[in-house]
């Protein structure tokens, strides 16, 4: 028994005392490994380069000696100094609806860290920079204010290049949707300007303040990829002093002001447009009984609120009407005051006799004057305007047939040669002698034939005896002749109405035609950059000019 508990406890001690000399001895290896690692002298022979550089970064970066949390001053009350530009790589997009600017930039920080130097050390000064996590070293906690999507960080944390003076470089890249007020009054010749605003989120002026690195004002394009839609104008930045509370906040403002590309919007939208305003005043050139101004009217007004509603999509809300928006809004009132006006048109065209009675002042104007000064002409217009009044009349009231208006009229003259065998006088007085049981026959006068007829003949008329037949076919002569008359009289007042509309859409078709052309010019004329021409590449040359200077050393 005594045995057993003997071997047991020898057991337990051989147990811990090997598991101690395991760890004893991992520790002394670890301890060797660092001290061969990073001490020459107990290493017995020389660091190599990659040795140096590992041994560099933990010494700068012992928890011990530096703290990422901590500003970079030896005093607190001094200030860092932060050198700030952003290269614009892309704009991505500038959503107009929404009001947002996408764009692709690097943001490009410098400023000095007095702890990570190692210049004036003889054993690491070979080396001369380092990159390691920018979660190791102390970093501007530098935003975009006006972010649109919550994101305010950069999209990739990319490394930190400390340099052996203590100069530290961070260039980190970020897609950032910045919130950009959209001005559309001359949309689509307008200019849009964007701000990005990089300010710290915590520190005030007291603690960080800002500077332009190379003290160049404006973006670097070096690496800029041309957008489609948009133009850059000028891209200048501004370091601005932002209150907060009873303090400062230094804010850095780049401005970028841009232009759209209208060749787009010209072929897709503003000439398609004109054409259709202009097709408009081609109404007033189809007659009116062709039955389709109405028609015509109708189809380009539904094609105007197509593009007023395509307009609505693409464009935001604002206090100002857009430039196109205008125009169509003018052309789309140009259509209905032509319906309106074709509907009268149309009106005047169907009138008749029957139906109207055609004004004094309607017929001395509309179809004497307003023709001529429209250059309009049409047979024997001297004679058909002045219309049935004017028109001589007999003793009896009977319409004189020589001064009749009707083109189908026959004057005296021309008598036949049978009315010349028996005489033209006494034929007339012979077709205005009724026979006595007619009942044109006028009962003031003596019922007999003879009578009638006697006092009709003149003196001087041959002796000539006429049977009742003659009298009847006279009577229906006369009665032919007069229906005839009436019929040509009743479609001449319907050619007059034709006429006066055929006038009217002459005169709708000169006012239209100028109001749309000056208007269709004023409108669009009022966009101040409509003439003008970008040229991206000297912008962009001209910018990169600038980087070139402030990065060549001084002489």
């Avoid at 090997?18 to 301890?31: E, K, M, R, S």
């Avoid at 790589?89 to 990570?116: A, C, G, H, P, R």
């Amino acid at each position: 028994m005594t045995l057993i508990r003997a071997n047991t406890v020898g057991g337990a001690l051989k147990e811990i005392i090997y598991g101690n000399l395991w760890i004893l001895v991992v520790w002394c290896a670890l301890a060797e490994a660092f001290v061969n690692k990073c001490d020459p002298s107990l290493m017995g022979g020389e660091f190599t380069k990659q040795q140096k550089y590992e041994c560099l970064v933990e010494k700068l970066f012992d928890p011990a000696n530096y703290s990422p949390l901590v500003r970079p001053v030896s005093n607190i009350s001094n200030t860092v100094d932060v050198d700030f530009s952003v290269q614009l790589s892309q704009i991505v997009n500038l959503d107009e609806k929404n009001q947002i600017m996408k764009t692709n930039v690097w943001l490009q920080l410098y400023w000095t860290d007095f702890q990570l130097k190692w210049e004036d050390d003889d054993v690491y000064n070979e080396i001369e920079a380092i990159r390691i996590n920018p979660e190791y070293a102390w970093r501007p906690d530098v935003v975009l204010f006006n972010n649109a999507d919550g994101n305010y960080e950069v999209s990739f944390m990319s490394n930190v290049v400390i340099y052996k003076s203590g100069y530290v470089n961070w260039i980190p890249p970020a897609i950032y949707k910045s919130s950009c007020l959209i001005d559309v009054e001359y949309f689509p010749f307008d200019e849009q300007v964007c701000d990005l605003k990089f300010g710290s989120w915590t520190f005030t002026e007291e603690q960080l303040q800002f500077a332009f690195f190379l003290d160049v004002t404006h973006f670097d394009v070096s690496d800029y990829l041309e957008n489609g839609a948009w133009d850059i104008v000028s891209g200048e930045a501004d370091i601005v002093r932002v209150p907060v509370g009873n303090k400062y906040k230094p804010m850095v403002t780049f401005q970028l002001k841009l232009r759209r590309k209208t060749l787009f919007y010209t072929v897709n939208l503003i000439i398609p447009c004109v054409l259709i305003s202009f097709v408009t005043v081609s109404v007033f050139i189809l007659p009116a009984d062709a039955g389709e101004k109405i028609t015509l009217c109708i189809s380009i007004l539904l094609a105007l609120v197509v593009f007023l509603l395509l307009i609505s999509k693409i464009l935001p809300p604002s206090l100002t009407i857009p430039l196109i928006s205008q125009f169509l809004l003018f052309t789309f009132i140009m259509n209905i005051l032509a319906i309106i006006s074709t509907v009268i048109v149309i009106n005047r065209n169907y009138r008749t006799p029957r139906t109207h009675q055609m004004p004094r002042w309607m017929r001395v104007f509309l179809l004497n004057w307003l023709p001529r000064l429209l250059f309009m002409k049409r047979p024997d217009h001297d004679k058909r305007w002045r219309g049935k009044k004017d028109n001589k009349k007999d003793p009896k009231g009977h319409p004189d047939l020589t001064h009749s208006t009707t083109i189908h009229s026959v004057p005296n003259t021309q008598i036949s040669g049978i009315a010349q065998s028996i005489g033209g006088s006494r034929l007339e007085s012979m077709i205005e002698t009724h026979h006595p049981n007619c009942r044109l026959t006028d009962r003031r006068v003596p019922d007999t034939a003879e009578t009638s007829f006697t006092e009709n003949v003149p003196v001087d008329a041959p002796n000539i005896q006429f049977s009742p037949e003659i009298f009847k076919a006279a009577e229906s002569i006369s009665f032919i002749q007069k229906h005839q008359k009436k019929d040509d009289e009743y479609h001449t007042v319907i050619d007059d109405w034709r006429y006066i509309a055929r006038v009217v859409d002459r005169l709708l078709l000169t006012i239209f035609f100028i109001v749309t052309f000056t208007g269709t010019l004023g409108i669009f004329f009022k966009a101040p950059h409509i003439f003008e021409k970008i040229n991206q590449d000297e912008i962009l040359a001209r910018y990169n000019a600038n980087w070139d200077r402030a990065k060549q050393p001084p002489t």
